[in-house]
């Protein structure tokens, strides 16, 4: 069963450390996505990599980075957390010209 | 702004009833895809519409394409509460690789 993999389902981190949401896909896709998900805000994307080592902001960068050293694996790090920060995160894979997102479990990030 | 709109927001529905939910736009769209999510879980692809005009069936689950592809409808007969959940509706504009999330529907099925 392909999937995809979210490392915590559930994190608590104070304001100003750094974070780093993992997430790893089984299918050999080469589009990552990471989205943040807030009510009534709808999945807004943060940034995307369409292959190894390269990345793409997306509508919401500002106090993230992304890293993708392996095809399976792409990061999204919180330089400093701050308490806006307080989302679902959710990472997604797709198949160049595939039909739809394959997404995790989300994580649910909680800074305080 | 919303590329995506979606109607209503919230839905709250007998067991048995029917309903429809709207994702609107003034953009066209090369495909359009329909997304459920369950509580603290990330969305799963339900249908993928490609062709203006085009109409899917899953189970009670009827989707719809736009004929000039900017908008679509998902609609659901004899709801049951295991329909509950939040309907997302996504566009590819095919400009990239990424696609373009509505604001979602809240779907509560009430047995």
């Known amino acids: 069963d392909v999937k995809v993999t979210q490392s915590s389902r559930y994190l608590v981190k104070r304001t100003g450390e750094k974070v780093f949401l993992e997430c790893v896909q089984d299918?050999?896709?080469?589009?990552m996505f990471w989205y943040r998900q807030d009510p009534g805000l709808g999945l807004r994307l943060i940034y995307f990599?369409?292959?190894?080592?390269?990345?793409e902001k997306g509508d919401i960068p500002e106090g993230y980075s992304v890293s993708r050293e392996k095809k399976e694996r792409f990061s999204l790090i919180l330089e400093s957390a701050s308490t806006n920060q307080t989302s679902m995160y959710l990472c997604?894979?797709?198949?160049?010209?595939?039909?739809?997102?394959?997404f995790g479990s989300g994580t649910r990030l909680t800074v305080v | 702004t919303q590329l995506l709109e979606q109607s209503p927001q919230f839905l709250s529905i007998q067991e048995g009833e029917n309903l429809t939910v709207y994702c609107n736009s003034s953009?066209?769209?090369?495909?359009l895809q329909w997304y459920r999510q369950e509580p603290g879980e990330g969305p799963v692809l339900l249908v993928t519409?490609?062709?203006?005009?085009e109409v899917k069936k899953l189970k009670r689950l009827t989707f719809q394409f736009g004929d000039a592809r900017k908008d679509s409808s998902l609609h659901i007969t004899a709801a049951q509460t295991g329909d509950t959940g939040l309907y997302l509706c996504?566009?590819?504009?095919?400009?990239?690789?990424?696609?373009?999330f509505g604001t979602g529907t809240s779907l509560t099925v009430i047995p």
């Open positions: 997604a894979s797709r198949l160049t010209g595939g039909r739809g997102y394959t």
């Open positions: 299918m050999d896709h080469e589009n």
């Open positions: 990599s369409y292959d190894v080592k390269m990345k």
């Open positions: 953009s066209v769209f090369s495909s």
């Open positions: 519409v490609v062709t203006g005009g």
């Open positions: 996504a566009g590819d504009r095919g400009t990239g690789n990424q696609f373009y």
